[in-house]
């Protein structure tokens, strides 16, 4: 049931992404979102680059996704506890940020794998996606840093150390994506 529960939206989401991208560009919208004069490209090396970093971090975060998942019980004994309220924090921050990543994936490998598109809507769409994602992940960041502080957990705590490193795992991500942002549209 868990693994359907993460499935389904990100089979949503491509779906979504399919029918946006099959779909007959409306004049009205098209022009609500990208004026005429100014159309949109994307820099497919760029694209290329982004999906790696996702890759690259997916790698890494593996093992964090079985650690969280094994510490839930052992804590969950203590629901007050600094340590349990920080790793269920983290629990949950990290299936959002994996499911709008997903998302993230999803929807620049449909992208490159249908070309490069020469409609200036599909394109805004890809663009305007992607910024909102990175907005989402850069507050779930900055949520994580906050309830970092918040949680008084020694540091030589399991679940102190995994809060970390995936903290770091994910902030070096964005990183990559905030400054691939301003050179992947032009």
Same mark, same amino acid.
């Given at each position: 049931?868990?693994?359907?529960?993460?499935?389904?939206?990100?089979?949503?989401?491509?779906?979504?992404?399919?029918?946006?991208?099959?779909?007959?560009?409306?004049?009205?919208?098209?022009?609500?979102?990208?004026?005429?004069?100014?159309?949109?490209?994307?820099?497919?090396?760029?694209?290329?680059?982004?999906?790696?970093?996702?890759?690259?971090?997916?790698?890494?975060?593996?093992?964090?996704?079985?650690?969280?998942?094994?510490?839930?019980?052992?804590?969950?004994?203590?629901?007050?506890?600094?340590?349990?309220?920080?790793?269920?924090?983290?629990? $949950?921050?990290?299936?959002?940020?994996? +499911?709008? %990543?997903n998302? @993230?994936?999803?929807? =620049? #490998?449909?992208?490159? !794998?249908?070309?490069?598109?020469?409609?200036?809507?599909?394109?805004?769409y890809?663009?305007?996606?992607?910024?909102?994602?990175?907005?989402?992940?850069?507050?779930?960041?900055?949520?994580?840093?906050?309830?970092?502080?918040?949680?008084?957990?020694?540091?030589?705590? $399991?679940?102190?150390?995994?809060?970390? +490193?995936y %903290?770091?795992? @994910?902030?070096?991500? =964005? #990183?990559?994506?905030? !400054?691939?942002?301003?050179?992947?549209?032009?």
């Amino acid at each position: 049931m868990r693994v359907f529960s993460r499935l389904l939206p990100v089979l949503l989401g491509s779906l979504l992404l399919v029918a946006c991208l099959a779909a007959a560009p409306v004049p009205a919208l098209a022009e609500e979102h990208t004026p005429p004069s100014t159309a949109v490209t994307l820099d497919e090396a760029v694209l290329v680059a982004m999906l790696d970093d996702l890759i690259k971090y997916y790698e890494d975060a593996r093992p964090a996704e079985s650690q969280i998942v094994a510490l839930l019980p052992v804590y969950e004994k203590s629901k007050d506890s600094p340590e349990y309220k920080k790793l269920r924090f983290l629990f $949950d921050t990290y299936q959002k940020a994996t +499911t709008s %990543l997903n998302n @993230l994936v999803d929807m =620049l #490998y449909i992208y490159l !794998k249908l070309g490069n598109s020469k409609e200036s809507d599909i394109n805004a769409y890809v663009v305007n996606r992607t910024k909102n994602i990175v907005t989402f992940l850069n507050n779930m960041v900055y949520l994580l840093t906050t309830r970092n502080q918040e949680y008084d957990v020694p540091a030589s705590s $399991d679940v102190q150390k995994l809060y970390e +490193t995936y %903290l770091v795992r @994910l902030t070096v991500l =964005l #990183y990559e994506l905030n !400054k691939a942002m301003p050179q992947f549209a032009r």
